[in-house]
């Protein structure tokens, strides 16, 4: 069993593939060509990043302290993995080294200290011992539609957002410069907004994150006549997320990016233009009455 200090991954070696489950949820992380990938999310594109960070916590993890079990309930700690409760089962997480061999970790609820997170528990399953560890690992949720990589330009990032219908222009918000708040510039009457107003109404707008992605497929119904939302970056970047249908609770939509900017730099452009053709992505429909102004 763990004492307090050991390193938890003792000999970490080249990683083949990562998967993270928690009751309903599971996701499958592989490589491909080099780029991790989504493998139950059709091979979609991961977020690098978020990996690389994820290995880097594991490879740095510490105990901070052995808890003895006996004398709390694992369902305590969110380590329970028979529970009912979403909330009382641990995120198991598989790590595959590319020599064939595995070691496993489950992930428990954050340990808090003075009200903030100090750390989390965890259990290794090898041994059936608890730990804290001050490695939190935020950003390790089982869900898949967490891991896939975010085309879309944040907000602080954007310029300017637009929403037309077939090729009118419904309203238009942007700014000069991006530390300054959001101004409509049309229509002319929104002008008069405050600043806090529509900041209100760009942070809704701002939460056209897809949730979800699926496999471009031709489409039978579509319930949208040419209603588009555009955000230009402030390198020029130009992304439109365009409309198509209603499915469920989701608003499915194409994405383009077109640019005229320089984009020395962003060697990944080709690629990721040739990407996005081949897949639609799937927003929450609740956003459609601001995106339509008909709230």
Not at 62 to 71: E, G, H, W
């Amino acid at each position: 069993a763990f004492r307090s200090g050991d390193v938890v991954f003792k000999d970490f070696k080249e990683i083949d593939t990562i998967s993270l489950e928690q009751g309903p949820f599971k996701t499958d992380l592989h490589k491909v060509d080099g780029d991790w990938v989504v493998k139950n999310r059709f091979d979609f594109i991961a977020d690098q990043k978020q990996i690389n960070d994820v290995i880097e916590d594991l490879k740095g993890m510490k105990v901070a302290q052995t808890v003895d079990t006996r004398s709390q309930d694992m369902k305590f700690y969110a380590l329970d993995k028979k529970s009912e409760r979403m909330n009382e089962r641990p995120v198991e997480l598989s790590l595959n080294y590319k020599d064939g061999s595995a070691k496993s970790l489950f992930l428990g609820k954050s340990h808090n200290q003075g009200g903030k997170a100090a750390g989390r528990y965890y259990l290794d399953p090898d041994s059936n011992g608890v730990f804290i560890s001050t490695q939190i690992l935020r950003n390790t949720q089982a869900d898949p539609r967490v891991w896939l990589r975010k085309f879309l330009p944040d907000y602080k990032s954007v310029l300017s957002a637009s929403y037309f219908s077939r090729e009118r222009l419904i309203w238009q918000a942007g700014r000069s410069q991006i530390n300054k708040p959001f101004k409509f510039k049309y229509p002319t009457q929104l002008a008069k907004m405050s600043d806090q107003q529509t900041h209100g109404f760009m942070s809704q707008i701002f939460q056209s994150r897809y949730l979800d992605v699926e496999v471009a497929r031709p489409i039978s119904k579509v319930d949208f006549e040419g209603e588009r939302l555009e955000f230009v970056d402030h390198v020029g970047r130009r992304y439109t997320l365009e409309l198509v249908a209603t499915v469920d609770k989701f608003i499915k939509c194409r994405m383009r990016l077109n640019t005229e900017a320089d984009l020395s730099g962003s060697k990944d452009y080709d690629d990721v233009k040739q990407t996005l053709t081949e897949w639609h992505f799937m927003l929450s429909s609740r956003l459609l009455p601001y995106l339509q102004m008909k709230q």
